[in-house]
């Protein structure tokens, strides 16, 4: 095919398998940061430059991709996101990620409840806050109630409550005589009964618990199920993701899924992937006995370990519910605590560590620099602490003295009212302290923590990291505690190849590294920063395939399963529900408006049915905006 004026003339031996041209590339190499085309072969970039620098590696097999002029960026690496999980249930979940109105996120559930068979349930499981909605509040349990009388319904909101319609509370076993579990609630109402309504208070163990009393997917379905989420995460332009385990994540089990498509060569997103503890008092026996199995590095480019986390004991786990007050940890904690760490130290493991609050920071590191006394940590070995909202400069001190590093999400972006009606708009400011993490060098990758409270959207967490700003629109960080979109960038790609040990290979557009990068659908350098989150990929490659392609390149990638079971939410919404740029503020603003007013008015029909308005209640509103 002739290339601008090119002839094919490379050899099969030497043709590239994938030409990107006529793009405005941005390397991520200090040596060439931009360019025009990039040439890949075997699964890795073989020259960067101008069309006159890929000529050599155009045969007559080669698959030229025009891009259009438009911005190509390297693959993105979410440093923190329960991808292994996720896609073990991704086909089963009703995303409200990027709805807009409370009024469309109900619709969704009432039209899936009347589709999803006998047995199964409707499962809203995070990616969304109420922040995000035109009506700025949650569902009511008579709303999900109305909306699937006879199919149990649960929706989870942050890591601090979960809704529970009717049949969802016999479903799951809720009874007068329930006793609430520790570290949460079951709300009941004056009669004794289970509202609907549960609270972490602080631990989510009591949302986690009742979700997995939830059918489960089997045989065929889960890699089907898998694949799908893994392509839905191409879709916004991620290669490469870094699995933080997580609860109900148990190993080898639950590893299955992903080893299987690894082996067949189907995984079209890089993972290393992290062990974490399931079982209270049993972890040292838990990674005694992983330790005997396998070693971080094993594996290969696709799939491989990384180390331990992000809990290494339960006890010395904080907890993220910010709508509660912090959690006071167990004053014996260390003496585990130490005898874990020993053991991975001695062993060559690396780890990440969940830590959401300096005192437990404080507390953690102390162990750290105890076990470095006697020259035992960090041993050569790769460490970092995840989350870290209030982080202290003195504790940052510390990590960067013991050779840390850090992986913030954006948490914040849906957390972020309730952390600052706790903490106030001083903590809000520095939660997490962006500015005094780079500023003493340390290595912070950024990420989700999808799928359970943050979306897997990586252009949300871009735009909160650029922004400072909420899903709500709240200003929360000032200018001195947010970075820069290269920076950005730089936290979403080279940063985690370093938590990883592949900065060699990774994180950037250049020869020898690998070939994953994204046609983006605008341009992240010049868009509006309100309208970064609604950036996607039009295509995305990995290791020199296609794995996604949308717009003028639709078709082009990989063909994978249809997804099944038929009744998936996911077969009839999707995933994340894109909403398009902001450019038409006004119009946007006047449709969230009618669809608050008109949600309004159902909920105060429903109050008028319930008896506690009269019927000739006179509208709060002007008639004219009611649809």
Known sequence: MPVGGLVPAATDDEAADVIVRNAKVYTQDPARPQAGAVAIRDGVVRAVGEDADIAPYLGARTRVVDALGRRVVPGLNDTHLHVIRGGLNYVLELRWDGVRSLRQALAMLREQAARTPKGQWVRVVGGWSAEQFAERRTPTVAELNAAAPDTPVFVLHLYQSALLNRAALKAAGFTKDTPDPKGGQIVRGRD???????????????????LAKAPT??????????????????????????????????????????????????????????????????????????????????????????????????????????????????????????????????????????????????????????????????????????????????????????????????????????????????????????GAMLGRGLTVGAGTDATRVSSYNP??????????????????????????????????????????????????????????????????????????????????????????????????????????PEWSPVARFGGYQATGARGGSGARQAESLGQAVAESEQHRQWRVRRGDLPEDHSPAFDSCFVL
């Open 217 to 434: 997917l089997h045989g065929e379905d889960k890699k089907t199920s898998t694949r799908h989420f893994l392509r839905e995460l191409n879709r916004f332009g991620l290669t490469s993701a870094i699995d933080a385990a997580g609860g109900f994540q148990n190993f080898p089990g639950d590893y299955g899924t992903v080893t299987e498509l690894a082996e067949s060569g189907l995984l079209s997103l890089r993972i290393a992937y992290h062990l974490f503890p399931q079982t209270a008092g049993q972890e040292i026996e838990d990674l005694t006995r992983w330790i005997e199995m396998v070693r971080p590095g094993d594996g290969d480019a696709w799939l491989r370990l990384n180390g331990a986390g992000e809990n290494l004991t339960w006890a010395a786990a904080d907890f993220e519910n910010f709508a509660q007050p912090r959690p006071y940890l167990t004053g014996d904690y260390e003496a585990a605590f130490e005898k874990a760490l020993r053991l991975l130290m001695e062993d060559g493991w690396s780890f990440r560590l969940h830590a959401t609050y300096d005192e437990t920071i404080r507390r953690d590191l102390a162990v750290f620099e105890k076990l470095a006394a006697e020259g035992l940590f960090p041993a050569g070995n790769r460490w970092l602490l995840d989350h870290a909202e209030t982080v202290s400069r003195d504790s940052l001190d510390r990590i960067a003295a013991l050779g840390g590093a850090l992986s913030v999400q954006n948490r914040l972006s849906f957390q972020g009212e309730a952390f600052l009606h706790r903490y106030g708009a001083g903590a809000a400011a520095e939660a997490p302290p962006l």
């Open 192 to 210: 004794g009964e289970p509202t609907g309504l549960l609270l972490a208070a602080p631990s989510a163990l009591i949302l986690y618990s009742t």
């Open 459 to 564: 252009w949300v967490a871009l735009h909160w990291l650029v922004s400072g700003r909420s899903a709500g629109d709240l200003a929360l960080r000032p200018p001195q505690n947010r970075v820069g979109r290269e920076t950005a960038l730089a936290m979403y790609t080279r940063a985690g190849a370093r938590l990883t040990g592949e900065e060699g290979v990774k994180g950037a557009l250049r020869p020898g590294f690998y070939g994953d990068l994204a046609i983006l659908s605008d341009d992240y350098f010049t868009v509006p920063e309100r309208d970064i989150p609604h950036i996607e990929s039009v295509l995305t490659i990995v290791g020199g395939r296609i794995v996604y392609a949308a717009a003028e390149y639709e078709g082009l990638d990989e063909d994978i399963p249809a997804v099944s």
